[in-house]
Every structure is written in C-alpha cells, then in structure tokens.
C-alpha cells in the first residue's frame, strides 16, 4: 500500500489528478464561504425601481449573472448551490464505500452462502434501472436529499462489492492472512483488521466516481421535479431555467453556468480517479 | 448451450426479483389511490367497486398472486387516468424511445470506434490532448443539460430544428412505420439522438482507444509487424477485431441502461416515449400505468445485461474455452 509520500510524489507526476484536486479545493472554498462570496441573498426576491420585479436581468456588475424569472440572483444561487452539490456528492459517495466494502469483504471472505446471498442480491441492484428507480422511490417516500442518497448508495454498491470481493478473493489465499488465521484470529478480525485497510484503496478510487454519479443524479431529479423543493441545487436552477423560457429568450446566462458546475465537479471526480487507478495498478497506466 | 440455458434461468430470477420489488414498492405508495381517480360525489359502494375492479380490496398475498399471474400474460392493468389499458399506451410510446434509443447508440458507437481506435495511434499527439478531455467533459455533463444547449442554439435561436414532440400537430399517417420513416419524425429525431449521442460516445471512444493500446502490444500484433503486414492490415484484421470485444459488450449495456436513462432526454425534448410515459405516471400518482413503465423498462435492462453477457463469451474465445473445460 502507497505511503503519504509517495502519494504526494506520484501525484505531482500526474497533472490530471492535480487538476481534479484542484477543482475539488476550489468547490470547497466556496461552499464553506458561500455565505461571503454571494451578493445576494440567493432566495430573496429583488427589486428595480418601484414595485417591480428584477426578472431576467442580464449579467451587470451588481447581478454578476443576471437574475432569474423569479427575480432572484444568479450568482449568489450557484455559490450557494455548491453546498448541496459538494454535501449529495460526498455523503452519496461514503455510504456507497461503506456499504460496498463491507458486502465486498464479506462475499469474499466467508464465501459460501453468505458470497451466494450477497451475489445474488446485488444481481437483483443491477437489474434496477437506475434513474425510473429514483423517481418511483422519491415519488413513494419524502422527495428529499436523504431519500436522493439514499437510494442512490442502494443502487451502486453492487459494482463496489464485485471488485472487492475479487481483490479479497486472492487476498485471502496469501501467506500473512493464513498466519493470522493459525495464530487464532477470529474471521470478523482478519477481515476488518487485516484484509480491509489493503483494499480501502481501492474502495476510495470507487468512491470518486461516485461523487460525480450522485451529483449527476440530483440534478437529473431535481430537473424532473423529484429534488428537495426548498435546496438551493444546481439541478433545480436549470429546471427554473427550463420551465420559465431560458431557452427561447436565450437568457444563456442563467443555464450555461450550472450545468458548467456540475461537469467541473463531475470531472474532478473522473480525473482524480484515472490518476489514482494509475497509482493503484501500475500495469494498467497506458 | 447449457451456458445459454442458465443465463436464461438467472435472468427470470432477476425479473421475478424485480417484479416482486415493484410490487411492494408500489403498495407502500402513500395516499389513496382512488381518490385521484374519483369525485367527491362519489358515494362509499362506487368506491368500493372501483377498488374490487382494481383488485385493491383483496389481501396482499393473493393480490401478488394475481400480480405476477397477470405480469406473465402481458396483462398490466389499466391506467387510473387514461382509462385505457397500460399495455397499449406503453406499446404506444415503444417505438418513438426504441427509434431515439437505437439511432443515437449506432451513431455514438460508429463515432466512438473510429475515433477511439484513430487516438490509439495519435499517442502523445496533441489531438488526443484535446480529443480525451474533451470526451471525459462529454460524459461528465448532465445529458438534459447537453439537450437544452442544443434546443436553444439549434432551435430557439437558429429555428433550424422544431424543439419538441416527435412530429408535426395533426399530422396523419397510414401506418406506424410509415409514421416512424417520415421525413418529419427524422427532423424531430434529429436534436434529441444528437444529444444522446453526444452524451454516449465517450464511453465507446475511450474503451475502444483503452483496448487498442492494449492489443497493440500484444504478441501476435508483434508477430503480425514481423510478418511485414501494413499498418493498415495488421489494424483491421488483427487489432480491431480484438478490441471491439468490450465495445461490443458496452453496447448491449447501453441499450439497456438508455432506455431507462432517456427519461430527461425525453422530457427536454417532449419527446413522447416511455420516460416520459413513467414521469407523467408518477407525478399523477397513476399507479397502474408507473408500475407497467417501471416494469417494461426493467425488463428491457435485465434482457440486455444478459445479452452482453453472452455476447462476451460469444465473442471471446478464450472465456468460451474456459467454460468449456
């Protein structure tokens, strides 16, 4: 297993990797001081002049982006949408390593009907088509962001526990795991103490591409009108844009800037996981 | 054979498995169902009728019964809102999502091999410095927002495309095929596939560019050099032909997951197909017909995943070889 250092080395090596940890540093500073970046509050509505509402405002130096139909601050939206975005990516990401892992470690380390058990469900997973699903899911329960995570870690931990599983599978059979066991460890032992820290690794590398997967999916579901009504998202920015004629007025600065968040936030995903599949299986970098 | 046969067996299991999830999903629904469906005035035995021609007044288990018993006639119920029976307004939707869904795959796919197999060669060039992260951008942006860049470029501000629907208002044909050739569902296609397309190609282009690398160090490429074959000949009968097996693997898959996954397709273009057949079904709490949507597209999945299974081993000989033994 790669040390900090050499960690630290490999990804000066690689300039992609950098890139995408670079954008990652930088959605997180605006998340954190989202606050202090807007200029505006991002739900109040704003006014011109007497009584009337600032809808479709173009970019100017008060309204960096414009506003809304509703008369709301562009920019302030998409600094704060940065929230949300960075809050479903993250949390929709550890549930699916945790889960994944741990359904992963297990199939291949007990094996027999536990493995058959685990297998087959996850067989099942896949059979779903992931986003009817979480349509059908948000429309039975609360549409919200736990429901959104929720469901979204139920759907990927299948491809997660596969590679695991194979990576434990050959573990299992090697000398140091074959000492633990005769010196009287438990299997509960040599699988959380021995057998996970060398496949958290690549747990992690999954993980980063679920970051972009569950991004993606808020905003496909809040664009659909399945999203948390009351978040500030990304996704519900480029529904407001699309229900109230962005388009046809060409209003580009509303509907260009939210979805070019959502594809910087998603390929830092992408990037930093090439980078470390090259870190993880030297043979496999081209 | 026996392969063949198990597959098959394994993906009823699936189907059954989903059919089952569907069927709890959907009666853990909140809400009275019927209550979309009726008036106020209606009095409490109309109700109850309605609910025994729904089958709803009878317990779980023998209601699941006669669930999956009418799932294996082809029997999906009847819409609470259309009052028509859900097959046929899915049947209706299948060929508009089946037309978006194969003509944007064979175009993303033709695009993505060539492309792919051409940047293997253009190693370390500066073509495929732009070409790679270009095509990571592609799959890194939400599909309906590729859709609404086209539509306001292609069609608001350029009028060259019509922006929604999948033909002409009161347009009339003989017959559904001729309806599905028409020169006027081409031009509503066009948009939609495009940004499909545009949406699916980085995943043949950068498979195809990741195996071509691999199979051109392969032994037999080297022994093929050796040999003084052309470049051009050693590419198409040696490489080629090894490299589009997990191309052709992805293909099969992405027939199944665009199915499901066209929904937002759907509803930026108002393109009338299956997606937005579950959506509208969904938000109108119309059970019966979300549930046979659901289901449809399910099964069209779960079919597609075995069929690039067997594809897989079809294709490949050394996995072939390995089951047989």
Request: charged share 15%; net charge positive; glycine share 8%.
């Amino acid at each position: 297993m790669p040390g900090a250092k050499a960690v630290w080395r490999f990804l000066r090596s690689q300039p992609f990797a950098l890139v995408g940890i670079g954008i990652y540093a930088l959605f997180i500073v605006l998340a954190i001081f989202a606050d202090q970046i807007a200029t505006h509050d991002p739900r109040q509505i704003l006014f011109s002049g007497a009584y009337r509402v600032a809808r479709y405002l173009p970019p100017s130096a008060t309204h960096y982006l414009g506003t809304t139909a509703g008369g709301r601050d562009i920019f302030s939206q998409l600094v704060h949408g940065t929230r949300s975005a960075l809050t479903v990516g993250v949390t929709a990401a550890f549930c699916v390593v945790v889960l994944g892992s741990l359904m992963g470690l297990l199939a291949g380390y007990l094996g027999g009907w536990v493995d058959r058990i685990i297998m087959r469900v996850s067989d099942i997973v896949l059979g779903l088509p992931f986003l009817p699903f979480i349509l059908v899911i948000s429309a039975l329960t609360r549409p919200g962001t736990t429901t959104l995570v929720a469901s979204v870690a139920l759907l990927l931990w299948p491809n997660t526990a596969r590679v695991i599983r194979s990576q434990v599978l050959s573990l299992r059979e090697r000398g140091w795991v074959e000492a633990a066991r005769v010196t009287g460890c438990s299997p509960m032992r040599i699988i959380f103490v021995h057998i996970a820290p060398q496949v958290a690794p690549l747990a992690a590398l999954y993980g980063s591409i679920a970051v972009g997967w569950a991004i993606l999916t808020e905003a496909s579901a809040s664009f659909l009108g399945f999203g948390d009504p009351a978040a500030i998202s990304w996704g519900l920015m480029l529904q407001d844009a699309f229900a109230n004629q962005a388009l046809s007025r060409e209003a580009w600065n509303w509907f260009i800037p939210p979805g070019l968040c959502i594809v910087a936030l998603v390929l830092a995903g992408f990037l930093v996981s090439r980078g470390s599949e090259k870190l993880l299986f030297p043979k496999l970098g081209d | 054979m026996k392969r063949v046969l198990g597959r098959l067996g394994h993906a009823a299991f699936v189907l059954w498995a989903v059919a089952s999830l569907t069927f709890i999903m959907f009666r853990l629904m909140p809400g009275d169902p019927t209550l979309n469906f009726l008036s106020e005035s209606f009095s409490e035995e109309m109700r109850a009728a309605l609910l025994t021609s729904f089958g709803l007044d009878k317990p779980l288990p023998e209601q699941y019964v006669l669930y999956l018993g009418s799932l294996l006639r082809g029997d999906l119920g009847v819409s609470f809102l259309q009052k028509k029976p859900v097959l046929d307004i899915l049947l209706d939707a299948l060929p508009n999502t089946v037309a978006l869904t194969v003509t944007a795959l064979v175009v993303a796919y033709a695009f993505g091999i060539i492309a792919g197999a051409f940047l293997a060669f253009a190693r370390g060039s500066v073509t495929e410095g732009i070409a790679i992260p270009a095509a990571l951008i592609t799959r890194a942006a939400p599909e309906f927002w590729l859709g609404m860049i086209l539509l306001a470029w292609l069609s608001f501000a350029w009028g060259i495309f019509p922006s929604s629907g999948a033909n002409e208002a009161g347009s009339e044909f003989t017959s559904e095929w001729a309806r599905l050739t028409s020169a006027d569902f081409l031009w509503h296609l066009t948009l939609p596939a495009l940004t499909l397309a545009l949406y699916l190609q980085g995943l043949p282009l950068l498979l195809m560019r990741a195996t071509m690398l691999e199979v051109l160090n392969d032994e037999f490429i080297v022994m093929a050099r050796m040999k003084g074959l052309s470049r051009w000949a050693i590419v198409m009968r040696h490489a080629a032909r090894n490299a589009l097996l997990p191309v052709a693997t992805a293909f099969a898959l992405g027939l199944g997951s665009s199915f499901g996954g066209n929904v937002v397709i759907e509803t930026v273009f108002s393109w009338p197909g299956l997606g937005r057949v579950l959506v509208s079904a969904v938000q109108g709490a119309d059970y019966p017909l979300a549930q046979g949507a659901f289901i449809l597209i399910a099964a069209v999945l779960v079919t597609m995943n075995m069929v690039a299974d067997l594809l897989y081993a079809w294709l490949d000989p050394r996995v072939s070889v390995g089951a047989r033994r």
